[in-house]
């Protein structure tokens, strides 16, 4: 981040650049907790004598908490400035990552990682909303990939450095690793991110807020019990009726409302409505990986934290290659067609563990992992990128708070999709530890539930995000030229 200010001050990166980088940061704080949290999930279980699969709760409360208050995270920015909000949130996630360190049993783990999300909540969405303020819509390709290649280091050094301060020191210090991260953030955001706020500012939609949060919140945590053994099932069931009978009458408020939390009208464009329903679709299966992944290597297979860190690392590598690739590949077909393409040979790829057997050569692993990684960067960048390409500035806060909140539960579910599948597979065989055979039926799972986003995306117009992706700017350019050349040569 120092690199960055110097940078700035040197005059050798514009603040379309250094504002996507800084904010960056803190989604590289963020990825980098919760990649080495999964990687530390067998050592924490065995630590505070829990199973490995039940912790899944310390994931799910954090983007449990994150759906909660992302929707107002939009509105706050525009009431109280992007600066203002964004840098309490760094502050309030850097507060949650020490308690998280400090927590003697699950419960306080997982009280830890929800206080974390409320910042969380404001901290990704509020930056993004920045960038969507301040970026030309032909050049937002460009800034979400500045956005994304330094946020993706995170998961790069995650999972190694989380295997090696789980194997050589303790579990706890993957969260104080933050501190520092969250320190230099704040000073930076003070110094170069505008304090960007609607002129206009809409009135705040109490109802609309408790509805959506409660409905919400009690979807996700009867995903989350309902494989919890020390759960009855009829709580499970209960806090899904709640959740669907909050969520529908949020619905019948939001048709009512003049400015509901959740603008449900932006579905009507179809650009947003197909990156929230099929983005929400290829999450489920991207969310489940950082679960399933680890435990396969560490429990099926016996790697330790340290190796498998080392060897879940590439996909991120694979990701960061994609980054510099996908403005290229867009301006050459179009959304619509990388799209779909991309998301069948994803899921694909997102299924592949399934195959992995003790006897796979690390080197085929690693592989596939990095071209999984290669390909799944390269669909975030389109589905984060057309879910805007409708949207007007004045509804911009209100556009990132909704494909934010989609966002998050999705990858919520994908946790607890995954979990489920593997609780099940372990019901049926009788086991109460998992092994390697347990997991291929979970990986195959996801993987069938990604590729469903393939026909969302093709419901896409083949013109779709034409400006986005520079296949319009291009055209007009070359007419341009010509008429140059064809006067030129008239004179």
């Known amino acids: 981040m120092a690199v960055l200010a110097r940078a700035h001050e040197d005059g050798t990166l514009p603040l379309r650049i250094l504002v996507p980088l800084i904010v960056a940061c803190a989604l590289f704080m963020e990825n980098l907790d919760a990649t080495v949290l999964s990687t530390a999930l067998p050592a924490i279980a065995h630590d505070l004598h829990e199973s490995p699969i039940q912790l899944k709760l310390a994931l799910t409360s954090y ?31 850097a507060l949650g990552s020490a308690f998280c360190g400090f927590a003697g049993n699950v419960p306080m783990l997982v009280a830890a990682r929800a206080f974390q999300g409320i910042g969380g909540a404001m901290m990704v969405p509020v930056g993004r909303l920045v960038i969507l303020r301040t970026v030309p819509r032909s050049e937002l390709v460009g800034a979400l990939a500045w956005l994304t290649i330094p946020a993706l280091l995170g998961p790069v050094i995650g999972p190694p450095v989380g295997g090696f301060i789980t194997t050589f020191f303790s579990w706890r210090w993957i969260f104080w690793i933050n501190l520092p991260i969250a320190a230099l953030g704040m000073v930076l955001a003070t110094l170069y991110i505008p304090n960007v706020r609607a002129e206009d500012v809409p009135p705040f939609d109490p109802l609309g807020f408790v509805l959506s949060g409660a409905g919400l919140a009690a979807l996700v945590s009867g995903a989350a019990v309902m494989d919890v053994n020390s759960v009855p099932p009829w709580v499970a069931g209960a806090l899904f009726v709640a959740g669907l009978s909050l969520s529908a009458l949020y619905v019948w408020h939001a048709c009512r409302a003049e400015t509901p939390i959740l603008d449900l009208s932006l579905l009507r464009l179809p650009t947003f409505r197909a990156g929230i329903t099929g983005g929400s679709l290829f999450r489920i299966g991207v969310g489940a990986m950082p679960l399933l992944l680890p435990l396969l290597l560490q429990l099926g297979f016996g790697f330790s934290p340290l190796n498998s860190g080392l060897l879940t690392f590439v996909a991120a590598i694979g990701a960061i290659g994609m980054k510099t690739a996908a403005a290229g590949i867009l301006r050459r077909y179009g959304f619509r067609k990388v799209l779909v393409v991309n998301s069948i040979v994803s899921a694909v790829l997102i299924a592949a563990p399934a195959l992995f057997t003790e006897m796979t050569p690390v080197a085929i692993m690693a592989l596939v992992l990095l071209v999984g990684g290669f390909f799944r960067s390269l669909e975030f960048t389109c589905i984060n990128a057309i879910s805007y390409a409708e949207v007007e500035q004045p509804r911009m806060s209100a556009a990132t708070s909704f494909a934010s909140v989609a966002q998050q539960v999705s990858l919520s579910l994908g946790i607890t999709v995954g979990a489920s599948v593997l609780q099940l597979t372990m019901a049926w065989r009788g086991h109460t530890t998992p092994d390697a055979a347990d997991f291929p039926p979970a990986f195959l799972v996801v993987g069938l539930v990604s590729v469903l986003s393939a026909i969302s995306f093709a419901r896409l117009p083949h013109e779709a995000g034409e400006e986005m992706a520079g296949r319009k700017r291009v055209s007009s350019v070359q007419v341009n030229i010509g008429d140059a050349r064809g006067a030129a040569n008239n004179g």
Do not use: E, K, Q, Y
Request: proline residues 3%.
């Open 63 to 93: 983007l449990l908490t994150l759906a909660v208050f992302i929707p107002a995270s939009g509105w706050t920015a525009d009431r109280f400035g992007a600066r203002t909000v964004f840098r309490a949130a760094i502050l309030v996630f």
